[in-house]
Nanobody
Framework: QVQLVESGGGLVQAGGSLRLSCAAS????????VAWYRQAPGKERDLVAL???????NVPDSVKGRFTISRDNANNTAFLQMNSLKPEDTAVYYC????????????WGQGTQVTVSS
């Protein structure tokens, strides 16, 4: 059974940083693509970062230069480092695997709330 468990969300002031974690079981992240999505109230769930099985990482232009995705293979955990946070980054952040840049994978975590105050 695949489980993805996110942690690290919280309340932060604009300009601050947070590091989200996604601990996986039942799936080996080092040989699968792993992504972070976010969903704000009333909006669609959007991809914000992806690291593929070759450890190539990519983020969309909307967060480029501020968000970084990484992976700890030994602990089967993925991370999303978020810097220079803005109020518009407020959303529930979800870990997802094993999808692609254009299609989400079948496994989702429960989500972690990130709230950025102005």
């Amino acid at each position: 059974q695949v489980q993805l468990v996110e942690s690290g969300g919280g309340l932060v002031q604009a300009g601050g940083s947070l590091r989200l974690s996604c601990a996986a079981s039942g799936i080996t992240l080092s040989i699968n693509n792993v992504a972070w999505y976010r969903q704000a109230p009333g909006k669609e769930r959007d991809l914000v970062a992806l690291i593929d099985k070759y450890a190539a990482a990519n983020v969309p232009d909307s967060v480029k230069g501020r968000f970084t995705i990484s992976r700890d293979n030994a602990n089967n955990t993925a991370f999303l480092q978020m810097n220079s946070l803005k109020p518009e980054d407020t959303a529930v952040y979800y870990c997802n695997a094993p999808g692609s840049w254009t299609r989400a994978g079948p496994y989702w975590g429960q989500g972690t709330q990130v709230t950025v105050s102005s």
